[in-house]
């Protein structure tokens, strides 16, 4: 085609830099500097090219530079496939594209390149301001390609009429968005850089990895419970159980044989609620103790942790229902029982001693050795903080003799530590505690510092029993939350500051604006889709349906904007219908008008056939040529033409 | 094979698509029913990156790459609507023709016009190969495309089938339509580069200078030209005005330079088509050097005169001679 080969204009240049320009800022923290860097350069180069009215670079140099760039992005990352490395490589190739705008097909290309790094930017980042930036992107680019078009418009122009055709495309946007029929992914494999670097409990808890997560106010999962909220302090969110210690750390003990399905009777009241949890690239799911039911596509380890067969990479919303009072592992194995009795040969001398003690006087009683355990605990007067001090070989001791400061993770493993020495089965849980009812949804917000570890003790003839040893010093971080249960003037994170009331009250509206995105937005899933399907009366729609009702409603659309786009066709020239009027009425006397006869010709013309009405013709036609061609018509010309019209009866 | 069997059914089409015989009647309004849409090359880029996208954004599970594709899916909708509005009910007629030498190139003149209150923006009207004429309407007015076709024979050159698109806005969708209008040019036979001097022989070959015009009668003036007689310069109406050209008298009567170009004086051996050519290189001559001619053609007999009326009597006489037949 002529078109497609036709050269970049000056103005055109312009559009494809600001577009570039907008669809590559917004991944600068993404790509590395240098990359940045080379692209900035790219980029002022094609401004003074544009500017100056340089020649482009050569082919050769530009095929240099693409080698350069390619290898500069396998070189830093060891691939060019993946997420960043493919970002990084379609910034390259926007960056020299840019170097080498010769044909209007080449503005095309810089405009797509630019859509798919649009893409790219939700892979990092989905939140409202991202949407709102990517959405001026997409204004700038569809300008942009209008410029391409027909370069003669100035910008505010070209803007303007991108604007309104992307809000003609808004209709079929929100129809697709919500019919479209969803395929949950992945469709292949993701590469695992997607979740490097997730802020989130891990499987291993040692002193200090708790606290380290007391400093992020970064939301773990929301939770909407179906009727009351349960008290602050039953607020257990289960998460990895660990048995096994090495000395300094708990690890995940690797559970064979979980549960298919809930292996303890209901007691009790039960709770319903469901969880949006936040994707943190692992297998476990967050239950309320103990879970009642199994979300799908999970199971429940042998301790009791519901665990998802998929790693969670994605937002992930599960219906769940908890029964605060079961009563778990009546009949544990007896495999399961010594795993949580074993310690390391060796290290902290002074709570075994204590735990032999224990054990000598209560032998098998393992509820009078649990009373003996937390009075002891209460009686060192131990402090919760959120800086404890270093610690040396031997942990427990040193937390509960010496330093006596510590964070949940310390309680939790002393305590453990001190019934397994005293010969009673014991295991940590760490999960979330507790959590903040924002009052704008009413969804409770669990966010990173809630994190929190507890013990888990067993007692024969009365299961697995929870015993929370950081209650015992700091009543309450449980009953109330941490901010309370911490010493004045400790760096909290902003959120969980007790003070700031108007600050917090803001940034719950805003959290709950970010909820109802997650939600409804990003969260809107196959399941979310076949829900909204069934309350609309589409019981059990499969793709097939769904495609028919898509393509009614855009049908119904496409009608409608082209009735819109076409509307002026309907309205004619008021002046022009009057004239028409006038002229077939003379034509029934046979004075037919041609279509190229000026108004004043064809007048004289009739008025010579007509005499008797010569002077109201000459009348008719000079309001009208006036109305049509004159450079001021008067402002009621056209009744004055419209009311001699029709008394006109020749 | 493969270009050939594509231009036929490119053909059948068209002919297909035009629906009525050429040429149609004036004006020709450019309905929904004739105008056609399809993507561009760069269309189908589009479609093809939005289908990338939409396969990334499935399977990352990006909700906000769902609404980008379907957001510009929706544009490319909204692009078809607009690309076809643009081309949509304009409405054409046959403007000029000039006439032309064979050989040179026809213009032929359209008028669009747009009944509508918005600009139509870069229309391209183009026949067959020929290099495309772009415009734009403006609300309620009218333009006029003129479109160069090479004239290669004598006769009538009815004006060709013409192809008028646009792809504004978004360059992703083409709108096109064609059209058959009622426009000839009249194209003269080509002025032979070599031709036999004018027949200065002959009953009226009189008078004594070959530059002279009749020295009888005063008839009017003209422009000078370099070959004037000086005698013949108007000086008291040179005198007249300030800084005029200078112009010649100009006289006729019995006396004037009087020629006959008669068919017959060429010898047999010249054809058609060069005793065509041939005359019409002396008609042109004599034009210039101002004699009153006349011309015996088999049909067609002119009295002797002179001007642009004559000429194109005569031209006009040339073209069409036998063009019946043809």
């Known amino acids: ?650 | 094979m493969l270009a050939s069997l594509r231009r036929r059914l490119h053909e059948t089409f068209v002919r297909w698509a035009l629906r009525v015989r050429p040429p149609e009647p004036a004006p020709i309004v450019l309905t929904q029913r004739r105008v056609y849409v399809l993507p561009t090359r760069a269309g189908i880029a589009y479609a093809v990156a939005l289908g990338i996208i939409l396969l990334g954004a499935m399977n990352y599970n990006l909700s906000l790459g769902h609404a980008l594709v379907f957001l510009l899916g929706g544009l490319g909708i909204v692009a078809i609507l607009h690309t076809f509005r643009n081309l949509v009910l304009v409405s054409m007629r046959p403007g000029r023709c000039e006439p032309v030498f064979a050989g040179g190139v026809a213009r032929f003149a359209m008028v669009l016009e747009n009944r509508r209150a918005e600009e139509r923006t870069s229309l391209r009207l183009f026949i067959d190969d020929e290099t495309p004429v772009e415009i734009d309407i403006g609300p309620h007015a009218s333009t006029v495309a003129t479109l160069s076709v090479p004239a290669a024979r004598r006769g009538w050159l009815p004006m060709p089938r013409l192809t008028i698109e646009t792809t504004w806005p978004l360059g992703l969708v083409r709108a096109w339509s064609y059209a058959a209008p009622d426009l000839n040019c009249l194209v003269y036979p080509a002025p032979a580069a070599k031709a036999p001097p004018l027949p200065w022989g002959g009953a009226s070959a009189q008078g004594s200078t070959r530059d002279g015009r009749g020295a009888d009668d005063f008839s009017g003036l003209r422009g000078h030209q370099v070959a004037d007689s000086p005698h013949h310069v108007a000086w008291k109406a040179v005198a007249r005005q300030q800084d005029g050209p200078l112009l010649t008298k100009l006289f006729s009567g019995a006396t004037a330079q009087r020629i006959w170009l008669d068919w017959e004086a060429l010898p047999d051996t010249v054809d058609t088509e060069q005793r065509l050519s041939i005359l019409a290189r002396w008609m042109i001559d004599a034009e210039a050097n101002g004699l009153a001619w006349g011309l015996r053609m088999p049909a067609v007999r002119l009295a002797p005169d002179n001007g642009p009326a004559q000429i194109s009597a005569g031209l006009r006489a040339l073209a069409l001679h036998n063009h019946g037949a043809r």
Not at chain 1, 273 to 278: A, G, N, R, S
Not at chain 1, 325 to 352: F, I, K, Q, S
Not at chain 1, 365 to 381: K, T, W, Y
Not at chain 1, 544 to 559: D, P, Y
Request: charged share 20%; aromatic share 10%; with cysteine.
């Open chain 1, 1 to 650: 085609m002529a078109r497609a080969s036709r050269p970049v204009s000056r103005r055109q240049a312009w559009w494809l830099l600001a577009t570039a320009l907008a669809a590559s800022l917004p991944l600068v923290p993404q790509v590395p500097p240098w990359l940045s860097l080379a692209t900035a350069t790219a980029f002022i180069w094609r401004a003074a090219l544009t500017w100056r009215q340089w020649h482009l670079p050569p082919r050769w140099l530009l095929v240099l530079l693409v080698i350069a760039g390619t290898a500069g992005v396998v070189l830093q990352y060891r691939t060019i496939f993946g997420r960043t490395p493919g970002i990084a490589m379609l910034v390259v190739f926007l960056a020299l594209k840019l170097l080498e705008l010769r044909a209007a097909r080449d503005a095309v290309a810089t405009a797509l390149l630019c859509y798919f790094l649009v893409l790219g930017q939700f892979l990092f980042t989905q939140t409202i301001p991202t949407a709102i930036l990517a959405g001026l992107t997409v204004l700038i680019t569809t300008a942009a390609l209008l410029a391409a078009s027909d370069d003669r418009p100035p910008p505010q122009q070209q803007l303007r009429r991108a604007a309104l055709m992307l809000a003609q495309a808004l209709p079929f946007m929100l129809l697709l968005f919500l019919l479209f029929p969803r395929v949950q992914g992945p469709l292949w494999g993701i590469p695992q850089d997607r979740f490097s670097a997730v802020s989130g409990l891990s499987d291993t808890l040692s002193p200090g990895s708790i606290a380290q997560l007391s400093q992020s106010d970064a939301v773990a999962f929301r939770v909407r419970f179906k009727g009351e909220v349960p008290p602050q302090s039953q607020l257990y969110w289960r998460g990895p159980v660990m048995s096994s210690f090495d000395g300094r750390s708990w690890r995940v003990t690797q559970t064979s044989g979980a549960y298919a399905e809930i292996p303890y009777a209901g007691v009790g009241a039960s709770v319903d609620y469901e969880v949006t949890l936040e994707p943190h690239g692992k297998f476990w799911l967050f239950a309320l103790e103990l879970p009642a039911t199994l979300p799908p596509n999970s199971a429940l380890t042998s301790d009791y942790q519901p665990i998802a067969r998929q790693a969670v990479r994605n937002r992930l919303r599960y219906a769940q229902r908890a029964w605060p009072e079961a009563v778990a592992g009546v009949n544990e194995t007896p495999r399961m029982l010594r795993d949580a009795l074993t310690l390391p040969t060796d290290g902290n001398p002074r709570m075994r001693a204590i735990g032999a003690a224990w054990r000598t006087q209560h032998g098998d009683d393992g509820a009078a050795i649990l009373a003996a355990a937390e009075d002891f605990f209460a009686r060192q007067l131990l402090i919760y903080t959120l800086n404890p001090p270093l610690l040396g070989p031997d942990t427990v001791d040193e937390f509960l003799f010496d330093t006596k400061r510590g964070f949940c993770e310390h309680f939790a493993a002393a305590f453990v530590f001190a019934l397994r020495a005293a010969g009673v089965p014991a295991r940590v849980v760490a999960g979330y505690q507790g959590g903040e009812v924002n009052p704008v949804d009413g969804y409770l917000v669990v966010r990173q510092y809630d994190a929190h570890a507890w013990a888990e003790i067993w007692i024969a003839g009365r299961g697995w029993i929870r015993i929370d040893p950081t209650a015992i010093s700091a009543p309450r971080r449980v009953s109330s939350n941490l901010a309370a249960a911490i010493p004045a003037g400790e760096g909290l994170p902003f959120l969980a500051r007790a003070d700031l009331a108007w600050l917090r009250e803001l940034r719950h509206r805003l959290d709950a604006v970010t909820n109802g995105w997650n939600q409804w937005v990003l969260g809107y899933n196959p399941q979310r889709q076949r829900d909204l399907l069934a309350t609309l009366g589409m019981s059990e729609p499969d793709w097939r349906s769904m495609t028919a009702v898509l393509s009614v409603l855009c049908g119904g659309v496409m009608l409608g904007l082209t009735a819109w786009i076409l509307r002026k066709r309907l309205r004619i020239d008021p002046a022009l219908a009057a004239w028409r009027r006038f002229t077939a009425r003379l034509a029934r006397r046979g004075i037919v008008w041609r279509t190229w006869e000026g108004p004043l010709a064809f007048a004289e013309r009739a008025a010579r056939h007509i005499p008797t009405h010569a002077e109201r013709i000459g009348e008719i036609a000079a309001l009208y040529a006036r109305l049509r061609y004159g450079p001021a018509p008067q402002a009621d010309d056209l009744a004055q033409l419209k009311t001699r019209i029709a008394a006109f009866k020749p």
